[in-house]
């Protein structure tokens, strides 16, 4: 995000528009926060305004929020929209929830909740320790990558394929206890694709998005294929070429909020 970030709230409550706004500009002082009630006025400001982060209710007076979430991903790609709902933990694990959206917060979470998810994207520099799976084929990339994330205070554990990661996290528990997020990148070595790793630790691991977060690099600007790989289990995309920026303020935001949820869990 640039210094001057712009946040835009959805929410047909004034009262829930307006603790949004005054948590955002706890974390953020000199955000400029655009509020509206309505699926339309939303989708009037993101036409008319430079937009970094949304936070919307889910359902609105005249449509689900999820529609927004569907207009940002086919003009704006990986512009990060936060859905805050009842019921969003058990729906998530389900998967019944739209793959347009970055990530739910369940109002359950409260304020709490919602600052630690807030934080990740408007204060991506706070210090944050986190646990990486990071699977890249490329020793040129993997060398820079790895050596940005650890300036952030950042544990990595490389590897170059697929086969190789599984044989780091061989079950659940012991994924679950090493690492905090996986990131890859979509194209591998031996025709592997982040699919394959994805698959595995969504399925024959059981680890769910909450669990165990996926941020996956790729060229593809390809919405319909964005969209796929969301909706089989991937937390978020980042472009290629990847802005270290992005990357950095993406990762961070997943871990922040695994932790706050593996902490809740205990």
């Known amino acids: 995000m640039s210094e001057s970030q712009k946040v835009l709230i959805a929410d047909s409550s004034k009262l829930a528009r ?3 706004e005054k948590l955002v500009k706890k974390i953020r002082p000199y955000t400029d926060v655009f509020s509206v009630e309505t699926v339309e006025q939303a989708l009037k400001t993101l036409k008319n305004n430079r937009v970094d982060l949304i936070i919307s209710a889910l359902r609105l007076p ?3 929020g999820t529609v927004i979430c569907e207009y940002v991903r086919e003009n704006h790609h990986y512009l990060p929209v936060i859905i805050v709902s009842g019921d969003v933990d058990s729906r998530l694990k389900d998967r019944v929830l739209s793959s ?9 979470a409260g304020q709490k909740g919602l600052e630690i998810f807030l934080r990740g994207l408007l204060r991506p520099d706070d210090q944050i320790n986190g646990k990486i799976l990071y699977i ?3 020793a ?10 650890q300036n952030h205070h950042l544990d990595i554990t490389h590897t170059l394929s697929v086969t190789d ?3 780091i996290i061989q079950d659940r528990d012991l994924a679950y206890e090493k690492f905090e997020l996986v990131l890859t990148d979509y194209y591998l070595k031996n025709n592997e694709t982040a ?7 969504r399925n024959d691991l059981s680890l769910d998005k909450i669990e165990m977060p996926f941020v996956i690099m790729t060229g593809d600007e390809n919405t319909e ?8 289990g991937a937390n978020d995309l980042i472009g290629k070429p990847v802005n270290q920026e992005a990357l950095v303020k993406k990762i961070k935001f997943q871990i922040r909020f695994t932790q706050f949820h593996r902490e809740k869990s205990n």
Do not use: G
């Open 62 to 64: 005249d449509d689900d």
């Open 165 to 167: 990661a599984k044989a």
């Open 225 to 232: 294929n964005q969209r796929q790989i969301l909706h089989l």
């Open 100 to 108: 347009d959206v970055t990530d739910y917060i369940d109002k359950a």
């Open 136 to 138: 890249e084929d490329s």
């Open 140 to 149: 040129v990339v993997a060398h820079a990558t790895k050596k940005l994330l």
């Open 18 to 20: 307006t603790m949004t």
């Open 195 to 201: 699919l394959e790793i994805l698959d595995y630790v």
